[in-house]
């Protein structure tokens, strides 16, 4: 394994690591933003 290859590697895992953070944050945002519009729409009827 070279230092160019360890180097690549610790990067892509960078993005990926990046990429899931962020689709859990909107996963995260999405489920409370439902929850709250459900919350609001049965306070409403």
């Given at each position: 394994m070279?230092?160019?290859g360890i180097i690549?590697?610790?990067l892509?895992?960078?993005l990926v690591?990046?990429?899931v953070v962020?689709?859990?944050k909107f996963a995260l945002l999405?489920?409370?933003v439902i929850a709250a519009v459900g919350f609001?729409?049965?306070?409403?009827?």
């Open positions: 070279t230092i160019v690549v590697l610790a892509l895992a960078f690591l990046k990429v962020g689709v859990v999405a489920v409370i609001v729409a049965k306070k409403l009827r």
